[in-house]
């Protein structure tokens, strides 16, 4: 499946997530993509300034939502072939793989982005 059309599941690379979902609307240069999943959770901190503590604003950064949209470059949009979790699941996964990498080694950054995601891990449930 080499084009892209309204209603094809894909997966798409938005901000510093990855998520599932499907096409809703063609914009030309980008898709309107509806989340329906969480592959990866996205990144806390400052983007900017990767594993920084200090002297940075220390971003928290929520996963989109069940149904959110999301306006991704096609570049960063892929098809997707497989069924797709459901929401609620597929977020408790990407939350607990994000912390397993954070706690793979003591440094200020995880330890700061580890309290960050454990703040989201209460608001999500």
Request: charged content about 35%; overall charge neutral; hydrophobic content about 35%.
């Amino acid at each position: 499946m080499t084009d892209k059309q309204i209603g094809d599941k894909v997966k798409a690379h938005y901000k510093s997530g990855t998520y599932l979902g499907k096409i809703i609307e063609d914009r030309g240069d980008k898709f309107l993509v509806e989340v329906l999943a969480v592959v990866k959770h996205p990144i806390q901190g400052d983007l900017h300034n990767p594993n920084q503590t200090e002297g940075v604003f220390f971003h928290e950064r929520k996963a989109l939502a069940f149904h959110e949209k999301m306006n991704v470059k096609k570049p960063a949009v892929h098809a997707f072939e497989s069924d797709i979790p459901e929401y609620k699941i597929s977020l408790q996964e990407a939350v607990q793989k994000y912390k397993e990498k954070l706690l793979q080694e003591d440094t200020a950054y995880n330890r700061e982005a580890l309290l960050a995601i454990e703040r989201l891990e209460k608001e999500y449930a």
